[in-house]
């Protein structure tokens, strides 16, 4: 069937290229602007570079620009002023299904020559003018072409020095040996709940993103030392950006993937008015997967679905309004009966479970102009999450007996402001304000061993708290080559009075044109996820008390030391080497290993009571990235980490964190064949190769003593699984038609079939240890039509 299914989708392509000879074209349109104030660049100069003959036009009275009936293919565009830097987009590509609209940001040269300073190509430099270190923007395109991304923005940044995949299963992330709840999310603006389906509460990762990458516009990555704007993470940021649909043409676009039968559709409300809407839905494709024998490691089919949606509405006398909303529903039944041998365990095999998981947030933003100079950008959202589970043990010769349930939520109201004010070349600042207001609920039931009563391990009825933040930044350049920034940021928790107050700052220093170094300091700090706080101290007499309740923000002071060469246009190394001191960890009163900072990978997560903020970890390491960009029909990417992660638990006994790896190598490249003019065949591959998870050991001997799992605690973290080792491969076909393109794709993840251990746990139906493993060779599809 699989074979099948990849023969009809090339003989499928091969057909339309036959019918597919002409020259087809599209539009290029945008708007330049200031990168520090916003405000719109009349007069710059817009080219198609190395064009013959040129192709050029000058941007209006509103900083717009627009090239007509461009032969469609991929292009650098060039933009020049005097006054600013050149810029160049490299690679850009032009399908004949859709028009393509940029938005190009300049920045002002600090001294005021009658000239135009290259200070360089500005691929992946972050789109926050405020970050100097451990910062990149990443596209869209990357991560459509990237082998083994799934279309999700985390399993991409994955690729990137100093990040690593937790696992197949899941799309977690460890930023330079963080725990993946250090991870913040945040879409136009303001922070949102884990945007993933089948999330638990107070993660940050799973199975499939709810994200679109057909509706995300380009977005920043920060792993470290990040600007001041940034609070309540500890590991990372994603800021991410929703682009705004087509303002004067209807566009639609119909795909099927893994992530799920998808249609999404935008254009103009009306020709009289620049306002426009985009939405894009998604429904699950695993059950037609399933059919096809696809196996996913777990019995039960996963369901779930999605919508995004963004309405713009420009140059109101109110300022410019932005509507957008990203929510999805997610559902899951398994039972022992229906496991296959194979199938994940989860470290059980007698349980049967439904998990179910729902996300949303809804907002409204407005950017006011009080001059060219001078902006405040307001978003007002509301966000949020639940679960439910139930787990039952499992019987053959009686019915099951109920042993876990539980229903929570989280809804979030959130109000964020920012103030910008660019003073002149050399400075810019900004203040800004956070608030959120949480109404919470947390309820489970858990039965207790050997008994007929149950009892609630967490609980919060309709509980309110509060997180308000706020912050102060500047950038200030002593010369074109010279820029600093400082900040600070202070954040206040209304449940126990915490409060943290946090500097920053960072410098970047342009040795010449093509090189620099930068360095960056800052004190981060993290609420605990917010159901620990109400995890239960329950006492023999039944009585109960939250001793969790008190717990402190956990905190980072990092130091980064970055090196950047550009070797040439297209060719790229980068040197980051980092310092991480975590205190404040939570840790078990009593001595043990525990600590939060091996916490959040979990699909369910663990009650633990009675903790306090005396742990302590360190983080330190080297990063190399060596990078050609996309030009002659071909990239790589090349990146290295070696780096240690410790920490100290209530025992006083420096360990291995579980995310303590040591080293991970990730390499990607691809090649692009044009057919003819307007079709092409690429064909991508990523091999990666990592230290894998760190774990603790399962005491066989006891544990078939006491028919249950016991686990060796002494030996924490001692010990990890085999190496991670997978390579992963793509092609694709990418065709146009007039006014119409399609591209098909087929992945074939993990090629060698290579048996990447998961987990182990005591199986007392074997009294042996049980090794659950990685995905095996797994394919993936992908056909999407642009019109």
Request: proline residues 3%.
């Amino acid at each position: 069937m699989k074979k099948l299914l990849l023969l009809n989708v090339l003989i499928f392509g091969f057909i339309l290229q036959l019918f597919s000879q002409n020259n087809f074209s599209q539009n290029i349109r945008g708007q330049v602007v200031d990168q520090q104030s916003q405000s719109p660049l009349p007069g710059a100069y817009v080219k198609v570079a190395y064009s013959n003959p040129l192709i050029i036009v000058a941007s209006d009275a509103n900083g717009e620009f627009r090239f007509n009936s461009i032969a469609v293919g991929i292009y650098d565009i060039e933009v020049q002023m005097i006054g600013y830097e050149l810029v160049m987009l490299r690679n850009v590509q032009l399908s004949s299904g859709k028009e393509l609209v940029l938005k190009i940001e300049m920045v002002e040269q600090v001294t005021d020559l009658d000239k135009i300073v290259i200070s360089g190509y500005k691929k992946n430099n972050p789109l926050n003018n405020m970050a100097n270190v451990s910062a990149r923007s990443f596209s869209v395109e990357e991560a459509d072409r990237y082998a083994g991304t799934w279309l999700d923005p985390a399993r991409m940044a994955a690729n990137y020095a100093g990040v690593m995949a937790m696992g197949d299963q899941r799309n977690d992330i460890i930023i330079r040996g963080n725990s993946p709840l250090g991870v913040l999310w945040r879409l136009e603006g303001v922070d949102i709940p884990n945007p993933n389906h089948f999330g638990t509460l107070g993660t940050t990762g799973g199975p499939v993103s709810i994200l679109n990458n057909n509706t995300l516009s380009n977005s920043d990555f920060f792993t470290g030392a990040f600007p001041a704007e940034y609070g309540n993470a500890t590991a990372g940021v994603f800021d991410l950006n929703m682009r705004n649909g087509n303002n004067e043409q209807h566009e639609y676009v119909a795909q099927i993937s893994m992530n799920g039968f998808e249609f999404g559709a935008e254009g103009p409300f009306s020709k009289q008015s620049k306002a426009a809407y985009l939405f894009d839905y998604r429904y699950s494709t695993l059950q037609v997967f399933d059919l096809m024998g696809i196996n996913f490691g777990v019995s039960g089919i996963p369901q779930y679905q999605d919508l995004t949606f963004n309405i713009d509405l420009p140059n109101t006398k109110a300022g410019n309004f932005v509507i957008f909303g990203v929510g999805g529903t997610s559902y899951i039944q398994a039972n022992s009966a229906d496991r296959d041998v194979d199938d994940w365990s989860f470290g059980k095999d007698d349980l049967d479970f439904t998990f179910g998981s729902n996300m949303g947030v809804v907002g409204f933003s407005n950017q006011y102009f009080f001059n060219t100079s001078t902006r405040i950008k307001t978003v007002v959202a509301v966000s949020g999450t639940q679960n439910t589970t139930k787990v039952d043990s499992s019987f053959t010769d009686k019915p099951s007996e109920i042993y876990y349930g539980d229903n929570s939520y989280e809804v979030k109201y959130s109000v964020n402001s920012k103030f910008t004010k660019k003073v002149n070349a050399k400075n810019t600042f900004n203040i800004g304000v956070n608030l959120d207001f949480y109404n919470v609920s947390y309820e489970d039931s858990v039965k207790k061993a050997g008994t007929e009563q149950f009892v609630s391990l967490s609980e919060a009825s309709d509980e309110t708290l509060a997180l308000f933040q706020t912050y102060l930044q500047a950038q200030h350049k002593f010369s074109q080559n010279l820029s600093i920034y400082g900040g600070v940021h202070y954040q206040y928790f209304t449940l126990n009075n915490s409060y943290s107050f946090e500097p920053r700052a960072s410098f970047k220093y342009i040795i010449s044109n093509n090189q620099s170094v930068s360095g960056g300091f800052g004190v981060h700090s993290q609420l605990q996820p917010r159901l620990m706080y109400f995890t239960k101290t329950i006492h023999p007499d039944g009585t109960y008390d939250y001793t969790n309740k008190n717990l402190d923000f956990s905190k980072s002071t990092q130091f980064v030391l970055a090196y950047d060469f550009l070797i040439n246009k297209d060719l790229r190394l980068k040197l980051e080497t980092y310092y991480q001191y975590l205190f404040n960890i939570p840790v078990e009163l009593n001595s043990s290993t525990y600590s939060t900072i091996n916490y959040g990978t979990k699909f369910f997560l663990d009650r633990v009571d009675s903790l306090e903020n005396t742990g302590t970890g360190k983080n330190y390491g080297v990063e190399l990235t060596f990078e050609k960009f996309l030009n002659d029909n071909y990239y790589f990417l090349l990146t290295t980490s070696v780096f240690n992660s410790k920490y100290t638990a209530s025992d006083n006994v420096l360990r291995n964190t579980a995310y303590n790896g040591n080293y991970v190598v990730n390499f990607l490249s691809g090649y692009t064949f044009d057919i003819n003019a307007n079709n092409s065949l690429s064909v991508d591959f990523k091999f990666v190769m990592a230290g894998n998870k760190r774990y603790i050991p399962v005491d066989l001997a006891m544990s078939k003593l006491l028919g249950s799992e016991v686990l060796d605690y002494s030996q924490a973290f001692n010990n990890q699984y085999d190496p991670y080792l997978r390579l992963d491969g793509r092609i694709s076909y990418q065709v146009n038609f007039n006014k119409m393109n399609a591209e098909f794709a087929f992945d074939v993840q993990n090629l060698t079939s290579k048996e990447n251990i998961l987990m182990q746990s005591y199986d007392p139906n074997t009294n042996s240890v049980r090794t659950d493993y990685q995905l095996g060779l797994f394919y993936v599809f992908l056909i999407r039509i642009q019109f």
